[in-house]
T-cell receptor
Framework: AQSVTQPDIHITVSEGASLELRCNYS??????LFWYVQSPGQGLQLLLK??????LVQGIKGFEAEFKRSQSSINLRKPSVHWSDAAEYFC??????????FGTGTRLKVLA | DSGVTQTPKHLITATGQRVTLRCSPR?????VYWYQQSLDQGLQFLIQ???????AKGNILERFSAQQFPDLHSELNLSSLELGDSALYFC?????????????FGPGTRLTVL
């Protein structure tokens, strides 16, 4: 069955430290892949998306993601985290059957 | 502000009742998507409409239904409500039907079933 997995439910980092959030997918073929961010009480905002081409994808707010086909993963990274990055992050995949699958989310806490 | 509006922001009702959630997409967007976000199920895709027609179905219960009107706004109808239907319901919109298109999410409607 198709799935999107985020193995880390919570992650805590210090402000200024680097960040990597993990996401693995299971599809018949490489789907469209997305990273969204959800701040408390708000809807989701797209950070970046990947379908093909370069394995390093640049997004908004200083985020980037590295796609690794061999590991069926697309991990989200940021070199230096700001306190305002505290939020919940969702990885999502889209298959050719018009269905979107979301991971369970990773809640990021940033220590001052 | 994504440009997607949802009303009401909060809704409290009792088991067995029926409610209607409303969504207005961004200007020019033809696709509307509905999602349910709950603590135990996470974020679940429910249904997609494109220009008035149902395009895709996800994990939508038979007690739930949706439609998209000629002016492109959409309504999600939830009937015979159960305690487990308490959740945050999001609407999103995108310009077309391409799965790779960015979806713009509304602020959500928080439904509480007592």
């Amino acid at each position: 069955a198709q799935s999107v997995t985020q193995p880390d439910i919570h992650i805590t980092v210090s402000e200024g430290a680097s960040l990597e959030l993990r996401c693995n997918y299971s599809y018949g073929a490489t789907p469209y892949l997305f990273w969204y961010v959800q701040s408390p009480g708000q809807g989701l905002q797209l950070l970046l998306k990947y379908f093909s081409g370069d394995t390093l994808v640049q997004g908004i707010k200083g985020f980037e993601a590295e796609f690794k086909r061999s590991q069926s993963s697309i991990n989200l990274r940021k070199p230096s985290v700001h306190w305002s990055d505290a939020a919940e992050y969702f990885c999502a995949g889209y298959s050719g059957t018009y269905k979107y699958l979301f991971g369970t989310g990773t809640r990021l806490k940033v220590l001052a | 502000d994504s440009g997607v509006t949802q009303t009401p922001k909060h809704l409290i009702t009792a088991t067995g009742q029926r409610v209607t959630l409303r969504c207005s997409p961004r200007s020019g967007d033809l696709s509307v998507y509905w999602y349910q976000q709950s603590l135990d199920q996470g974020l679940q895709f429910l249904i997609q409409y494109y220009n008035g027609e149902e395009r895709a179905k996800g994990n939508i219960l038979e007690r739930f239904s949706a439609q998209q009107f000629p002016d492109l706004h959409s309504e999600l109808n939830l009937s015979s409500l159960e305690l487990g239907d308490s959740a945050l319901y999001f609407c999103a919109s995108s310009p077309g039907t391409s799965g790779g298109a960015e979806q713009f999410f509304g602020p959500g409607t928080r439904l509480t079933v007592l």
